[in-house]
């Protein structure tokens, strides 16, 4: 049974920075690409960035470059979002996803066929 199991959200203020761990288990996701979403109180869930398993190739929203960065460690399973420079606006609920498509496909959330929980980031000002 494939599970994605997102940790490390929490409470920070403004400025402040959080790194989100997804743990992938279940299958071989070497062909797959990670991403990651969120989703604010009555909107809509947002596409955050996207990385392929292998090659590490990764791709982000506009508004997050510079900011967040998306990383795997060869080495163990999880994809990592470091988040840099936190804005009450992030506040959201974070989900891990996983897709069989590439990156071009990756800003959608109909390209992935698995999600996680979630995990709840709040920004306070």
């Known amino acids: 049974q494939v599970q994605l199991v997102e940790s490390g959200g929490g409470l920070v203020q403004a400025g402040g920075s959080l790194r989100l761990s997804c743990a992938a288990s279940?299958?071989?996701?070497?062909?797959?690409?990670m991403g990651w979403f969120r989703q604010a109180p009555g909107k809509e869930r947002e596409f955050v960035a996207a990385?392929?398993?292998?090659?590490?190739?990764?791709y982000y929203a506009e508004p997050m470059k510079g900011r967040f960065t998306i990383s795997r460690d060869n080495a163990k399973n999880p994809i990592y979002l470091q988040m840099n420079s936190l804005k009450p606006e992030d506040t959201a609920v974070y989900y891990c996803?996983?897709?069989?498509?590439?990156?071009?496909?990756?800003?959608?959330?109909?390209?992935?066929?698995?999600w996680g929980q979630g995990t709840q980031v709040t920004v306070s000002s």
């Open positions: 990385i392929r398993w292998s090659g590490g190739s990764t």
């Open positions: 279940g299958r071989t996701f070497s062909s797959f690409t």
């Open positions: 996803a996983a897709s069989r498509r590439g990156l071009s496909y990756s800003a959608h959330t109909g390209a992935y066929e698995y």
